[in-house]
């Protein structure tokens, strides 16, 4: 998608609204989809703990081994199931990051698979690399086995990492690899509607907000 002349809905339209905070509350999520129907966008993100939640017209996601990724793939997997049969429609999971990092992408994609398999195929499946710890190889080698995994999306960041979240540079490498077989979500320290432009620029096709409204308000009508 061209980002020349986006309006704020079409960003809107590639948007999973998101609250991860360890101190959300169950009022803090019923606002953030409030606020979300209000703002036009595509998906709510959620804290898995906080399924089942009510939001008619959205599509609902829920995290898995988040944010560290060190939970045992059988323990993803579980939790994944859980959060589907609780009304989660995706799922982000994130890798086991370290894994990557030692350069073992078999583990990689023996841990998405283990997910896919547990939620099956009509769950879309977005795969958390945290971008900024690990090097372009290994960017590279973890979307080709999340790809192979089965998986739906390759993502950045937790937005939890030290390291940072979305870079420019990460999502092309990443929309580069994947060349349109699976999409590719910015996440991650997003916060005005032209680091939302660049992105969708560089290849992302779903962008994690957490910070949505002041993003499109940004944006022409």
Do not use: Y
């Amino acid at each position: 998608m061209s980002d020349a002349a986006l309006t704020r809905s079409q960003v809107a339209d590639l948007v999973d609204h998101t609250l991860l905070k360890p101190e959300a509350t169950a009022d803090d999520v019923t606002a953030l989809i409030d606020e979300a129907r209000a703002l036009g966008v595509l998906a709510v993100c959620v804290s898995p703990s906080m399924l089942p939640v009510r939001a008619p017209g959205l599509v609902t996601a829920a995290v898995v081994g988040f944010p560290s990724g060190k939970h045992h793939s059988l323990v993803k997997g579980a939790e994944a199931r859980l959060a589907v049969d609780q009304g989660a429609q995706e799922i982000d999971m994130v890798i086991d990051i370290g894994a990557a990092v030692a350069g073992d992408f078999n583990a990689v994609l023996a841990d998405v698979l283990t997910v896919r398999e547990a939620v099956g195929d009509s769950t879309v499946l977005k795969v958390i690399l945290e971008t900024a710890a690990l090097t372009d190889e290994a960017i590279v080698e973890s979307c080709r086995a999340a790809e192979r995994a089965g998986a739906n999306f390759v993502k950045t960041s937790t937005g939890f990492h030290p390291a940072g979240g979305a870079t420019v540079e990460a999502v092309r490498l990443m929309a580069q690899t994947v060349d349109g077989r699976i999409g590719v979500k910015a996440s991650g320290g997003i916060r005005t509607a032209q680091a939302a432009l660049d992105m969708i620029a560089a290849g992302a096709t779903r962008l994690g907000l957490s910070g949505t409204r002041a993003v499109l308000d940004g944006l022409p009508d």
